[in-house]
């Protein structure tokens, strides 16, 4: 029998229904991180690819990101047999005389993120990690941690991170500056929006780190602080509000929008429903957030994320660098073990006990103000119609904050050869070309704004090209209508979904006038001309490119734009193959009235929030 590579998935074949099914994840995934410790248990090195920062502080990242895990495990009540392994770990990564000493941080380091995990296990796990220590070994864990949280941490979620290694501090009995703890918590009061948003620092964005970063750190603030009520109570309150919200990032198989950076994280997208249980805030019934916390873990289980020998890899969907940030290194994909939280609660905790309970999701868009997207459920998908947002400093940014649809079940694709106009995927996105190799997509916006269900943005791919863009919801599916305004000629190419695509092209495709289709055994895609006057092509784009799977086709629609303005209308859609794909592929929408759409916008346009940085920055 040929190897299913979804076979190595520790996850994998595991119901993922109980709370000893959740504890067996955690113990699988764990296991296969053993051999790659360190002889003095302080480093864990999976594999010879690099980040940004130096060896020392990815090594360290392998060893402490698993704690996320580990500490709740330990809290709740399980066993685990490598506590000794941690201590020697902690004693000789924080001695400078041992040949594995982490390095010493002297400003902005990401050890400073790795720190985080340590607090939070000094908090919960006192008598396993720092009463048994020798003297020297707890004099050397405090001078290296209050060492480092001396220095500033990135103005973002960042700021919570000296904080969790303060609650640890407190909690095993050393003296610190308290004033930077005061301060830090005061700063991140700036980051709130209102109605449970934030955004995650000086940036036009808002993605994961809202609900795996703000609110997770948040709501373990809230369980572990003390004194400190008033701001406990805020932080529940935001969390309950954020809720209602965020669970339509969410479709009703446990996918989670692919968005944003930092994917690589993976299962850490379920954090947020963990942490709801762990600070006790029943933001929607306990069956609803348990629906949500275990059909996320089963949607993951399914998939090739690991490597043969049981580590999980750098990706998404399955091992790819190209989706990648700068700053993952081996171990950063254990952030996911974020999503393991609720195992510090009892058996008897309403979380625990509560029957699973659908999300009762509807056909109904849901606008979301903040994000600037109207979310669109559909069978076993969610679909975000975005804005767009700005992301300058990462690989890939444009791919990822900038497209005009996001999807939990197709993903989104990055480009993988920037020079190579014509093999680009351009899935939910409008690409233009003036010399037929190099091309342009939507960077930023000049403007976006949402009005009831609909968006619109302005953009500029040169700054003598102006485009505007209305997205509205239709049903199955979502029409995108564009304005371009250009002095010479370009040629244009705009994707629908990205599909799964089969060996030996075993596929069905429809490359005609004015649409194309991809049909699959699992899936159909569209995308339709409704004005415009372009071909379609079903392209098979270059492997690797998607986050979801590694092979796609992507319907698209090509042509020449004309000097002067011209106005682009565009449908598209992907369903799960059946009839209802076929039904919906035979009832493509009409053409929206755009002077009804700008009408709309000067009455009851809103701006979004993603992309209007605060004053205080």
Known sequence: MTYDPATANPLFGNPLRTRNDVEKGLRDLFTPLLPYFSEGGARVRLDGAGAHFDRAAADLEGFARPLWGLTPLAAGGGDFDHWELYRQGLANGTDPEHPEYWGTVNGIDQRQVELAAIGFTMKMLPHLVWDPLPQKAKDNLAAYLKHARKFDYADNNWKFFRILVDLGLEQCGVDFERSYTDAYLSELEGFYLGDGWYRDGNVRRIDHYIPFAMHFYGLIYSRLAKGDDKRVADYKERARLFAKDIQHWFDEDGGTLAFGRSLTYRFACGGFWGALAFADVEALPWGVIKGHFLR??????????????????????????????????????????????????????????????????????????????????????????????????????????????????????????????????????????????HYRVRETNELAQIAGEKLHARWKPWQDVEIDTWLLPAGNWHIRVHRITTPRPLHGTEGGFAIARADLNADDYIDAKGRAVARSKTDLSAIVCLAGGRDGRAFRALPNS???????????????????????????????????????????????????LEALFAREGMDVSAILVPERF
């Open 546 to 596: 998607n986050l979801i799977v590694s092979k796609t086709i992507v319907p698209q629609l090509r042509g020449d734009i004309a000097a002067g303005t011209t106005v682009l209308v565009t449908a598209a859609m992907a369903l799960p193959a059946g009839a209802g794909a076929e039904a919906a592929l035979d009832n493509p929408p009409g053409v929206p009235d755009l002077a009804e």
């Open 296 to 437: 996320h873990l089963r949607w993951w289980s399914k998939l090739p994320i690991a490597h043969g020998n049981g580590v999980l890899s750098i990706g998404y969907g399955y091992p790819n660098l190209f989706m990648s940030e700068s700053y993952n290194s081996a171990g950063s994909p254990y952030w996911a073990l974020k999503a393991f939280l609720p195992l510090a609660l009892p058996a008897d905790h309403p979380f625990w006990t509560a029957e699973e309970v659908d999300p009762g999701f509807t056909a109904d868009p849901v606008p979301l103000k903040h994000p600037g997207m109207v979310m669109q459920h559909t069978a076993g998908n969610v679909v975000a119609l975005s804005s767009g947002q700005q992301n300058w400093q990462m690989r890939h940014g444009t791919e990822k904050y900038s497209k005009f649809v996001y999807s939990s079940r197709y993903g989104f694709s990055v480009e993988v050869d920037e020079r190579a106009y014509s093999l680009g995927a351009f899935d939910g996105a409008l690409a233009l070309s003036d010399d037929g190799r």
